[in-house]
């Protein structure tokens, strides 16, 4: 028989621990890649949930071995803010986000600016353009542009243009890729993307 959310809250809740403060953190990471302030986040939400305040000195005392496990994370390379960044950047590209919305995304994952512009400044060196590209995947997604029925592509011009604005393109790649002459043309901007790009 299925316990009842009754039967569950009436049980005595076990103490928090170290320990178990070290688990939680394996088990998202185990689940998640994650920056270190974000996984520091996560912990502190988890400590809410369970009921505990700021001004509670269970939680008090919980931030301390989650800054703890945070900050051994770091040290034994569990954690990498640098190879973090640079991952989700390479990931977001090619999912068709902007470069300037892949830094607002990895600024609000907690990671330091220099870190941040490393791991962008791996889009300088691959010759192309990152953005040109990333529009380009999106637009496919998305069926902007060129991917849409010739007949509606004269009506939706402004409409796609738009989109792409939204996502943090520049007018001028958005109407590059939306006056694209078709999919094939389209194709090959984002096709200049090979999938050992970002290989060392």
């Not at 008090?60 to 994370?73: G, K, N, Q």
């Not at 791996?122 to 007949?151: I, S």
């Not at 509606?152 to 989109?163: H, L, N, P, S, V």
Request: proline residues 3%; glycine residues 4%.
């Amino acid at each position: 028989m299925p316990r009842t959310r009754r039967a569950r809250s009436s049980r005595p809740s076990r103490p928090l621990t170290r320990q178990h403060v070290d688990n939680a953190a394996l088990r998202y990471l185990g689940r998640f890649a994650s920056s270190a302030e974000n996984l520091r986040r996560v912990l502190l939400r988890r400590l809410i949930r369970a009921g505990h305040r700021p001004d509670d000195p269970v939680y008090r005392i919980a931030s301390r071995w989650i800054d703890e496990t945070v900050a051994r994370l770091c040290a034994n390379s569990a954690l990498d803010d640098g190879k973090y960044a640079e991952a989700q950047a390479i990931s977001l590209s090619r999912r068709g986000v902007a470069v300037r919305n892949i830094a607002v995304r990895l600024a609000a994952k907690g990671i330091a600016a220099e870190l941040i512009e490393a791991a962008l400044a791996r889009f300088q060196n691959q010759g192309g353009n990152a953005d040109l590209k990333a529009a380009a995947r999106f637009a496919r997604r998305r069926r902007l542009g060129p991917c849409r029925a010739e007949a509606e592509r004269k009506a939706t011009r402004q409409k796609d243009i738009a989109a792409l604005a939204r996502q943090g393109f520049s007018h001028d790649i958005a109407r590059r890729i939306v006056d694209a002459a078709d999919r094939d043309a389209l194709d090959s901007i984002a096709d200049e993307c090979r999938t050992d790009e970002f290989s060392e």
